[in-house]
């Protein structure tokens, strides 16, 4: 890929999320901290730019990237046949350490799913990403940032290490507060799949789903 000037900003700069807004709408990729880790994200809605994404984490497109939304109710932007069981999780554990699979929604590019019929959503618990994702009016197709394969970072400096020379603008929020990955459950198979166990336990979601396979 071809190497593009990357500029570091604190995040209570209002130049940070004023430039990470104007970016992510032209279609460019953007580092950012989130409640886990941190995370490198485009516009979930431009095929382009979540090509670009990929490439500057060389991450293969055979995996896919989650989706964060702001709210609740930004579930049936990105997913159909939403069961009930997944606003009662929704409703329990967001914003938070849980990422639901279901259904994809049309308008979700095919990029993002890898061509799957599903889709990874979460809604995070930390002020920025749900700037970032209110300012440019559309969900961020995003994932942790580090290249492929290498350990997610919890602090900017982390970010710089992998990702600088790869993405225009890194976010920096100090360390973050939990770094953790999300829990993954799938909701869109019978019974719900827990795919990866990270920041919200088996336990707390036996509680509401006891046929968690």
């Not at 430039?19 to 580092?31: T, W, Y």
């Not at 159909?80 to 350490?97: D, K, S, T, V």
């Not at 973050?176 to 990955?181: D, T």
Request: with cysteine.
């Amino acid at each position: 890929m071809t190497s593009v000037k990357t500029r570091v900003v604190l995040a209570e700069e209002p130049e940070g999320v004023q430039r990470a807004r104007r970016l992510l709408r032209s279609g460019r990729v953007v580092a950012f901290p989130t409640d886990t880790v941190y995370g490198v994200g485009a516009h979930a809605f431009q095929p382009e730019a979540v090509a670009d994404l990929y490439v500057a984490k060389n991450r293969p497109t055979s995996k896919a990237i989650p989706i964060l939304v702001a709210q609740i109710e930004d579930m049936t932007r990105v997913a159909c046949q939403i069961p009930a069981i997944a606003w009662e999780l929704a409703e329990r554990f967001w914003p938070g350490g849980l990422t639901l699979v279901l259904p994809r929604a049309e308008r979700v590019p095919a990029i993002v799913t890898a061509g799957g019929d599903t889709v990874a959503i979460r809604c995070p618990d930390h002020s920025l990403p749900l700037v970032l994702i209110n300012a440019i009016g559309a969900p961020l197709a995003a994932t942790s940032a580090n290249l492929s394969g290498r350990p997610s970072p919890t602090t900017a400096r982390q970010v710089v290490e992998q990702l600088a020379g790869r993405v225009p603008l890194i976010i920096d929020g100090g360390e973050c507060p939990g770094g953790v990955p999300s829990t993954v459950i799938d909701l869109s198979t019978s019974p719900p799949r827990l795919l990866r166990v990270g920041a919200v336990s088996p336990g707390e979601l036996h509680a509401l789903v006891p046929h968690l396979a």
